[in-house]
């Protein structure tokens, strides 16, 4: 085998994750070829750092620790309303945005425009535009 397919099948050699006919060329060929062991000694040890960071130690005393914050801090948060009072605020407010809702609306239904000559021709754009008039005078 050479050393670039080694190097290719290293990761799953050093993993036992190949068929035992591969294990033993590859074992073969790290006893022979000292790049190629020094290669993997060096991508051993990577794996070795990566698993240890995947599973950190615990604390033994975390938990207690944890639950102790907790029941210190309750998560309750005060307000400065009671909760009838708070329901009463936002009913009043409401009510307030409807009927302004509603007030406004009659406001600007209210106005009239009349037409003039000016911006007759903006409301008229069948006029100002040649393709319907073309289709419009046909017969």
Known sequence: MNCKKIHTD????????????KMEAIGWHLETCADCRQFAKMLQSQLEVIDKEKCP???PYFYTRVMAKLDDNPTETKSFLPNWAQAIAFSVLLIAAVTAGIYMGYQSSEVNIQPTESNWLLMNDFESEPIESFLLDQP
């Open 10 to 21: 290293l990761i799953f050699y050093l993993g036992h994750e190949l068929s035992n006919e």
């Open 57 to 59: 130690e615990v604390s």
